[in-house]
């Protein structure tokens, strides 16, 4: 909807930009053909324009993503629905007004059309050369429609009538009905803009100057051809798709009549037009796409869970409304064109920022092909002078946690038993991962294991070089190899500290299971429950609120402590953050 706003806009903003240039410059000038020519290229210029579109490609340094989640998923298999109340979709209903008209006005159009037809069907027809001539009694206003000319000769003497006669053949020769036809739909499609309208009425004007002009030219007197005008002018019955003989402009006509010819210098005018172009194109048509440089040294890593800022192939519609949600202070992220494969993967997608301070500042990211996304991280990073900057980073490096209920290639297992987190079975692009946890080589036939009270520290892949100055091992083709150090809290102060990582065991629902997970928010070590700010489903709630939630309903829960809390929340961060997700309608 966003898009086909902004694209109306731009074709409203061309139309008006063509007129008032053709009002202020080119009216006056005698060159009418060209009138008609720049007339009707204008609103082709205008439909289309807007749909060409330049890429500029930033290069920008690639960031590592934070190995550290503060999301718990839980997988208990149950479906909990819940009752929302939706609101009114006021920008569908003007849509939808507005496209009711613009189809009642294209009907007008096509009734007119066929009435026409209906009209002319039992009437004497004369077929000439270049067009067929229609003897209408009943027919007051001579006009034409393609090349059908509609006459009535016993209104008019002989004279008359070949002056009628020789100003409709030049319109049917030269296609206006086109231009009138055209103009008459793009009115319908635009109809809410008046400048629209007086565009038609420009190009219906000029399309009459065209045949008087030419008409002098074969016409014996030009002052019996001025009193055959203004004996038309008490006929002002037609059909607004044709070209009539009258037209409400009889005095312009005469005056134009009159007018000498421009000089063939003054068609440079038709040339002012081109750097207005050029300017809309710069300011409008230029979008800004942010690609990674290559950099062997620097590794984004990331675990593909509930993770509000990484979208991969997978990530459902309903995920991708969420992480629009989760952008909404000082940017606004908007994510669309998104195209899926028949087995339901993201093939095409395209993100954009906009800063709410500079609509002009925007980034940009576009993937188009056949084969599925490779992930992508949403970033915003502060400095130290606390300007943030934002973008997009395809990681290639993708290490994803799995449960049960996931389809990943990429996948480790990680449970939670009562004194220690256990890894098991990581694999990354289908081979199987080595692990070297605080200095040891885990062995591929027993689960790794770190103690609850650990934080993780450091999380990334060795290179061959790394592996054997740091390991004394030797590398050996296809080979995979990474490195997980962990601190003790302790060693952790909340100063430092970014996120807090809990993993629940996978397993079915259980109610001594489920409470006792409210319980582990309220006895947590990491932060106190009791002056901690709890966030659920994104609204603050006291601490006794938390006996009112249904356990059943618990999505996930995490923590956040330290610089990251207070800068994501303030100075309400300061103790700690509780958030808690529960289950959408499914």
Known sequence: MENFLLYFAKVNGLIILFYLLYLVVLRKETFYVSNRLYLLWGLVISIFLPLITFTKTVWVNPEPISKLIEVVPITDGKKISTVSETPIDWSLILSATYSLIAIIILLKVGFEIASFFYKIIRLNKQKETNYTLIYANSTENPFSFFKYIVINPTLFSKEEFEHILTHERIHAKQWHSIDVLFSKIFCAVFWINPISWLYRKAMLHNLEFIADNQSLEKVESKYEYQKTLLKVVVHQQTLGITNPFYQSLIKKRIIMLHKNQSHKRNAWKYATILPLLVGFMLLFQIETVAQVK?????????????????????????????????????????????????EGEIIEIRLEFSSKNNSKNKNIKIVQGDKPIKPIRIFIKEDKNNEKSVGFEEVSNLVSVKYDALKVEETVEVKKDTYEYTFNNMVKNGKKVNLIINGKLQSASVKSKIPLDHEFDIFKELDEKDLKLKYNIDKKEGEIYYEITTKRESNISKSDAKYALEVEEDSEYSEDETFSRIDKIKNNKTVDAKIALIILDGKEIDYQDLDKIDPKKISTFGITIGSHAQKKYGKKGENGVISINTKKNE
């Open 294 to 342: 290559e950099n062997s040294k620097v590794a984004a890593y990331a675990v593909e869970v509930e993770f509000d800022n990484l979208i991969t192939s997978k990530t459902t519609d309903g995920e991708i409304k969420e992480i629009e949600k989760s952008f909404n202070e000082d940017n606004i992220l908007k994510i669309s064109n998104i195209k899926r494969n028949k």
